[in-house]
């Protein structure tokens, strides 16, 4: 069974760095794309970028260019999401999620989800 | 890239079809055949319903079906239950981004 299982709900200062987690299991976790997406409260979903563990290509949406870096540990199989300076707009909740297909198309669809990091950022 | 428009609601008593629309762009829902759907409880992470406009994940009722015409595609829910009360979003791959639909709030009246 495939499963991700991200890293507990964070509160953090504007201007502060943050890493949230996102760690696979149940399939080989190098052989697929993972992605990120936002939502903010009580908004829609926002992809954010993919991440190949298997070769660690990554591609961010032009929305979150230079904004966030996306990476991943294929030893422990585990996906990562960061900022080097977090602002107020950055509160929201995070998923990461598996692409199933690794095609010409992507990212194409999201197919097995984790269950969110919230992230909020107050002084 | 925007957001692909959907309906912001939409209802039906149980046993009724509801269908939402999901509105793109040749850059995206009428260029591909990459549109999928997604169902989104509150609290709760997205679930894949729909991809590659009609086709369903192994678990997924086939009372969800899909379908594309042009720039719209459509999830289409029969035999309305009350646990398909929903948020519902669509997404599209779009020149090599990904975009999301703005929602729509299914109601189970």
């Known amino acids: 069974e495939v499963q991700l299982v991200q890293s507990g709900a964070e509160v953090k200062k504007p201007g502060e760095s943050l890493k949230i987690s996102c760690k696979g299991s149940?399939?080989?976790?190098?052989?697929?794309?993972i992605g990120w997406v936002r939502q903010m409260p009580g908004k829609g979903l926002e992809w954010m970028g993919i991440?190949?563990?298997?070769?660690?290509?990554?591609r961010y949406s032009p929305s979150f260019q230079g904004q966030v870096t996306i990476s991943a540990d294929k030893s422990i199989s585990t996906a990562y999401l960061q900022w080097s300076s977090l602002k107020a707009s950055d509160t929201a909740m995070y998923y990461c999620?598996?692409?199933?297909?690794?095609?010409?198309?992507?990212?194409?669809?999201?197919?097995?989800w984790g269950q969110g990091t919230m992230v909020t950022v107050s002084s | 890239q925007s957001a692909l428009t959907q309906p912001p609601s939409a209802s039906g008593s149980p046993g009724q079809s509801v269908t939402i629309s999901c509105t793109g762009t040749?850059?995206?829902?009428?260029?591909?055949?990459?549109v999928s759907w997604y169902q989104q409880y509150p609290g709760k992470a997205p679930k894949l319903m729909i991809y590659?406009?009609?086709k369903r994940p192994s678990g997924v009722p086939s009372r969800f079906s899909g379908s594309k015409s042009g720039n719209t595609a459509s999830l289409t829910v029969s035999g309305l239950q009350a646990e398909d009360e929903a948020d519902y979003y669509c997404?599209?791959?779009?020149?090599?981004?990904?975009?999301f639909g703005t929602g729509t709030k299914v109601t189970v009246l």
């Open positions: 999620a598996t692409i199933p297909n690794s095609g010409s198309y992507l990212p194409d669809t999201f197919d097995f």
């Open positions: 149940g399939y080989n976790f190098i052989s697929y794309w």
């Open positions: 991440f190949y563990p298997g070769d660690s290509d990554t």
């Open positions: 040749s850059s995206d829902v009428g260029g591909y055949n990459y």
């Open positions: 590659e406009v009609s």
């Open positions: 997404g599209s791959y779009a020149d090599s981004n990904y975009v």
